[in-house]
């Protein structure tokens, strides 16, 4: 049995996209005026700070953010059973934050810039408002969608209106925290469609404490090289302007990136759907399909931010920032490796109820990132931070995919991807070659990513790829029909 009607995976993931990188687009937007404006010691001070009070907000998460996805997706068509898991996935998730928050704010008092600390608190009330979650399980992502192109909007406005020089960290620090929660508090406005009336007889928060510590483990492994990175950077080298290079670099690297993982909490829910009816060459069929739109997506994106690095770093985030363009080439390769360990992980061992796998091979990959993290960033600083991550997500990968070997061949998912490594590859080459006649620019990098676009594509269009032809032809129908429509309107 499919989704309920209306609840398309191309429809799904295109809102999941808007709404990942709505998530970024403040920074994105913001980036080269406070580059100028706080600099990179001022942009660095915040990241160090923020990745201080990530580790509560992990422990306010507590893993409810994925368990509750998977279990509302498995309770989509009864509104009483979804009722009973919002409610324990949400009472427990407050229980969390409320521990979380009385640890944070005696530590954030005893720091030298207090204030900021205090400030950044509301990240952690911002967990106790969030139910993105449970709308992600029902797969209504225009919801999530709306909401966030209203506040990140407010919040692009404000921090062009109110942080004005070096000295408004805590402005700007306040805006981020605020907005967000602001931004997760809006979407209670929605849950009475969704919800009934609380039987508190029938509420049981820790009746599941097993699966979701199962699931709260790999979080934190995950947490190590994503938020450790900058911590680890901050305590080795002492130096605040590394950790601004580290922290512009990987925003534009996760951005990108993604374009390729919102598919995952598109498929999550579907997935999960269909494993608990059984139809588990569905499963597979969905599976070698999500594999091969990482390779499709992911190669052009990854091979683009080498081909025009150089290009854009200078125009983009403005003097004193050169270290950004070897970090970004770099960071480049994680939206393959984390684009494929998300789908072997996030897409396929949560929604079997396989979570401890995930565990094990996270565990595995923040283990080699915290050991390269000591080695790398002592003698290359944040360069070293962003060889480590990619070199711990690609292990993640690799191990992932020899543990599926006898459900999902390796082989299979290696070689879909020679076509558009092919493609890459041929665009790369030709994105050198522009870089040298090209001065860094708006508009030659503009250029560049067209070009590069229309090189790539074409290139498989000449190999007849059925993987983008099948897409393209689905737009040209799709496109003929909006004409029709359009000529019939206008009669």
């Known amino acids: 049995m499919a989704s309920k009607p209306g609840k398309s995976i191309k429809k799904n993931y295109i809102y999941n996209v808007s709404y990942q990188i709505l998530v970024l687009l403040t920074p994105l937007i913001t980036t080269p005026y406070l580059s100028r404006t706080l600099g990179a010691d001022g942009v660095g001070t915040v990241s160090y700070a923020e990745s201080i009070v990530s580790y509560f907000v992990l422990f306010a998460t507590f893993g409810m953010t994925t368990y509750g996805q998977r279990e509302v997706s498995y309770v989509q068509d009864s509104r009483e059973k979804r009722t009973v898991v919002f409610w324990e996935t949400k009472i427990l998730e407050v229980i969390t934050s409320c521990i979380s928050l009385l640890i944070y704010l005696p530590m954030a008092i005893r720091q030298p810039n207090s204030t900021m600390y205090l400030v950044l608190a509301l990240n952690i009330v911002a967990v106790i408002a969030n139910v993105t979650w449970f709308f992600q399980g029902m797969e209504e992502f225009g919801k999530i969608v709306l909401r966030n192109v209203i506040f990140k909007f407010i919040n692009i406005v404000y921090i062009f209106v109110f942080v004005k020089t070096k000295d408004d960290i805590v402005i700007y620090a306040f805006g981020l ?64 302007f590394e950790n601004g290079y580290y922290e512009q670099a990987i925003k ?53 931010l080498l081909g025009i690095a150089s290009n854009f770093v200078p125009w983009f985030y403005g003097d004193g920032f050169d270290k950004v363009v070897p970090l970004l080439s770099i960071l480049g390769f994680l939206v393959l490796a984390i684009g494929i360990n998300n789908v072997t992980g996030i897409q396929y061992f949560i929604p079997t109820g396989r979570q401890n796998l995930f565990t094990l091979t996270v565990m595995i990959g923040a283990v080699v990132n915290f050991v390269l993290n000591l080695i790398l960033i002592r003698f290359y600083q944040s360069i070293g931070a962003a060889i480590a991550s990619v070199v711990a997500e690609t292990v993640i990968a690799m191990v992932q995919i020899y543990i599926v070997r006898n459900e999902l061949s390796p082989k299979k998912i290696v070689f879909s991807s020679w076509h558009y490594f092919v493609s890459g590859t041929v665009m790369l080459v030709a994105l050198r070659i522009f870089n040298r006649f090209l001065t860094p620019s708006i508009i030659n990098t503009f250029i560049m990513i067209a070009f590069g676009a229309l090189i790539y594509f074409g290139v498989l269009f000449i190999m007849k790829d059925l993987f983008m032809m099948r897409y393209f032809n689905i737009i040209i129908t799709k496109g003929k029909k909006i004409i029709v429509k359009i000529k019939d309107h206008s009669k």
């Open 177 to 240: 925290a605020f907005f967000l929660f602001l931004s997760n508090a809006s979407l209670w406005f929605y849950l009475p469609k969704y919800i009934g009336k609380i039987d508190f007889k029938a509420i049981h928060p820790f009746k599941n404490i097993k699966v979701v510590i199962s699931l709260f483990v790999p979080t934190i492994a995950v947490q190590v090289y994503t938020v450790l990175d900058k911590t680890m950077i901050g305590l080795i080298t002492k130096s605040a």
């Open 252 to 304: 534009i690297s996760k951005m990108v990136l993604t374009i390729v993982t919102s598919l995952g909490t598109v498929m999550v829910p579907r997935i999960g759907s269909h494993y608990a009816k059984g139809e588990t060459e569905i499963v597979s069929t969905l599976m070698y399909r999500a594999y091969q739109f990482v390779w499709f997506m992911g190669i052009p994106l990854c091979f683009g």
